[in-house]
């Protein structure tokens, strides 16, 4: 190993990529540990999609993370919704700190995106070709207003771009504005990868490193501070794995919860070259607000069965559907609601589909194709280790400090207290950053 690290950051995906970049670029000197492979992949419109990792629960639906550098940033369109101050402020609540509050997420987020995003933020129907075109057409047409900027609010009720993350013709991973720059401009980072960290060592209530498995065998590193990183489920899971059995046990208690979404696809295939979008097409949606539930239909392309093809996905994001950890070996627990939920997006979606704009570009044909017959994934995973002021309720503080351990974090979606009613990507983002900035202050 090239350096006596100050901090080992456990998992190098979205959240991992920033912490790691942030603490290097303050001249902290990190060690970054990731079990999937190095390389990010950058993808074009209707590209296979690679490096997912899958988990299958007690119903069959599957967990759906990214594996890799990158890790799920890998895997999705770069959706760059800053959220609702409604969640943000079930998250100040929780914590009893302002720093979770709406105005300081979003000043980091503001401040986070204009020092590192390498790309721009597409907002305009033109740049998804003819059927971006078309589908706001069809939302237009079948009565909701055009929405201009973002739908940045739960009650926002319309059609139009969600900004996304892309660069021009394919998915941008979030590695590449921050571990490429990092790794080519500071020797004071290091990056493992293909190493799964198994174990944290906890001695006396101090984190003192970590236990690896990997290339250089299995190995101990010592470090000043313990970054968890590794996601929703697996930052939960490794503590587990780590703390005294008293303090697993409590934590079993009251952090094995995670929250997430689920969608029905409906997949239209077998088109004309010129139907496809230069680009892939997360960023179109139709959303409503309906009996307190927040409905969603978005667009984006990607290959099936090796063919490319547009799919509609049908969410609510309001959706009350649990995930309960049990032991390592055993599947996790799925508790979905409000499949009248989906029902009804799906019901929005093919309104959309009949509608003179898409049906002249897609053939009437493909108004009558079936949805998947059931959900198959789970997404935008978070929880597993929630912040909070209350040492029974919570698995770390305001600061990400795992409670009673000192010199280990989490720093990841698990520590999402509550339901977030919106896309992860950019909340993935604003957890590393913040992280990063404060952690340097505890360099040994």
Known sequence: MRIDPDF???????????????????????????????????????????GIR??????????????????????????????????????EHRAESHE???????????????RRELVREFRDASDFGA???????????????????GFDSLHTLGVGVMPVLQTTGGRHASVASTLRAALTSTSALETWDH?????????????????LSGPRGTTYVRGGAVVLCAGSPGSARLLRRSLPEAQAANL??????????YSRWKVIDGLEE???????????????????????????????????????????????????????TDPPILRMRDSQALQRAMEIADGLLGETSLESLLGSGHRGRPWL??????????????????????????????????????????????????????LALVIGYKAGKALVTEKA
Not at 102 to 111: G, H, I, S, Y
């Open 195 to 211: 190493t799964e960290a198994t174990r944290v060592v906890i001695r006396n209530g101090t984190a003192l490193g970590v236990e």
């Open 131 to 149: 059927f971006g075109q078309g589908f706001i057409e069809a939302g237009i047409s079948s009565g909701y207003p055009a929405v201009e900027r």
């Open 100 to 114: 979770w509050g709406t105005e300081r997420c979003l000043a980091d987020l503001d401040d986070y995106l204009v």
């Open 252 to 261: 079993g208690r009251r952090a094995g919860v995670i929250r997430n979404h």
């Open 373 to 426: 017959k059931r959900v198959r994934s789970a997404h935008h995973l978070h929880g597993g280790a929630p912040m909070g002021s209350d040492p029974e309720g919570a698995t770390v503080d305001a600061d990400l400090r795992v409670i009673g351990t000192d010199r280990l974090w989490v720093a990841d979606l698990s520590t999402v207290p509550t339901l977030f009613t919106n896309n992860t990507h950019l």
């Open 54 to 91: 899958t988990e299958a629960t007690n119903t069959g639906v599957k967990l759906l993370s990214g594996v890799g550098v990158g890790g799920t940033s890998e895997l999705h369109g770069g959706i760059a919704l800053r959220g609702f101050a409604e969640d943000y402020a079930r998250w």
């Open 274 to 328: 010129s139907v496809m979008p230069p680009t892939n097409l997360f960023g179109l949606a139709a959303a409503t607000y309906e009996d307190g539930l927040h409905l969603r239909v978005e667009a984006f392309a990607m290959a099936v069965r090796d063919r490319p093809a547009l799919v509609l996905s049908a969410t609510s994001y309001t959706s009350n559907s649990e995930i309960e950890l049990g032991e390592d």
């Open 8 to 50: 080992i950051v456990v998992g190098a995906g979205t959240s991992g990529a920033v912490v790691a970049t942030e603490l290097a670029d303050r001249g902290a000197r990190v060690l970054l540990v990731e079990r999937g492979g190095a390389s990010p992949r950058f993808r074009a419109a209707g590209a296979r999609m690679s």
